[in-house]
């Protein structure tokens, strides 16, 4: 069973700057995708990122590319969400995502994290 713990929440003003954490216990990491989506208020669950196992390929939202990246470290089980120039629209509950495949579709997703609340003041 594969736990996902997210850390890195916050608030923040627009313009600036957070990194979201993914530690991913219980399962054989460097077996797994890892990814992040999002989920504001009244709207459905978004992609935002995935890097796929190896780390050689990943893959951005549009609505993020060109402000947040995302990179893995396989010695310590973790993934992270680097977001820059964070704007008001970004304020989200942010959630850890793991799969054998990447995904970038929310209904295929097997394990998620519980999520951490990024608010983003104007």
């Given at each position: 069973q594969v736990q996902l713990v997210e850390?890195?929440?916050g608030l923040v003003q627009a313009g600036g700057s957070l990194r979201l954490s993914c530690l991913v216990a219980g399962g054989t990491f460097s077996r797994l995708a890892?990814?992040?989506f999002r989920q504001a208020p009244g709207k459905e669950r978004e992609?935002?990122?995935?890097?796929?196992?190896?780390?050689?390929t990943t893959?951005?939202?549009?609505s993020v590319k060109?402000?947040?990246?995302?990179?893995?470290?396989?010695?310590?089980?973790?993934v992270y969400l680097q977001?820059?120039?964070?704007?008001?629209?970004?304020t989200a509950v942010y959630h850890c995502a793991a799969d054998p495949a990447v995904i970038t579709d929310a209904r295929f997703v097997k394990s998620w994290g519980q999520g951490t609340l990024d608010t983003v003041s104007s």
């Open positions: 850390y890195g929440g890892v990814g992040w992609f935002v990122a995935t890097i796929d196992r190896s780390s050689y893959y951005i939202g549009d060109g402000r947040f990246t995302i990179a893995r470290d396989n010695a310590n089980n973790t977001m820059n120039d964070l704007k008001p629209e970004d």
